[in-house]
């Protein structure tokens, strides 16, 4: 019984240890009013990216913004083209187009949308990547994978706290240093812009 009692609690530690690591963010930027952080992932070559930024707005108002998903590509770091496959109640289906550098293939991505409220009226976007969704374009490259999340936080004063956090694997092959410019551009770029069309509303 001791030695079980021994495994047990060495196994609850080793899976502690995982997860600390797992959430393991480093600052990687704190600029304009918007920090990113970087993390690693198990398994994947590719850094998961969050940003973090306090816009003078309220969630619906910031809601409305991302669900006009045709017009939200404006903001997004270096999207071509968006556009809503299907809406049923809480979930939407989204497709996109990415600018990429060369000599790099444009890349897209299907994702599942699941939109959430809890009791203290954050809000939860959650990002789920759908490959196979609807057939593959082409002249792109499709995402394999992609998960990701934004966290709305209402906040004292008017505020609201907004996380966007994703990670991807882009499929393909793409050199190092335009992943690495990528998972800092896009959570920066992204949130500033979204941040300056919400605070003209």
């Known amino acids: 019984m001791a030695l079980f009692t021994r495994l047990l609690v060495g196994s609850v530690a080793v899976l502690a240890v995982s997860a600390a690591h797992a959430q393991d963010w480093n600052l990687v930027k704190d600029e304009a009013g918007v920090k990113v952080y970087l993390s690693d992932v198990a398994g994947s070559e590719y850094k998961s990216y969050r940003g973090v930024t306090t816009i003078k707005a309220d969630v619906p108002t ?3 913004l991302q669900d006009d998903v045709a017009g939200s590509c404006a903001w997004i770091h270096e999207c071509k083209t968006q556009k809503m496959l299907k809406r ?10 990415f600018n990429t550098p060369w000599p790099v293939t444009p890349r897209d991505s299907v994702m599942e949308v699941t939109t959430e409220k809890d009791a ?14 609807i057939p593959e374009e082409k002249g792109f490259v499709r995402l394999t994978q992609l998960e990701g999340s934004w966290v709305f936080t209402p906040k004292a004063g008017g505020e609201v706290e907004v996380v966007y956090q ?10 190092s240093w335009v992943a690495n410019k990528f998972v800092v551009d896009a959570p920066f770029n992204t949130l500033k812009n979204y941040r300056e069309l919400a605070e003209k509303k």
């Open 166 to 175: 994703v990670h991807t694997e882009p499929g393909g092959s793409v050199p």
């Open 62 to 64: 910031l809601l409305k």
């Open 120 to 133: 203290k009226g954050v809000v939860t976007r959650k990002m789920h990547g759908v490959p196979s969704y």
């Open 88 to 97: 049923e109640g809480d979930k939407t289906w989204v497709y996109a187009q």
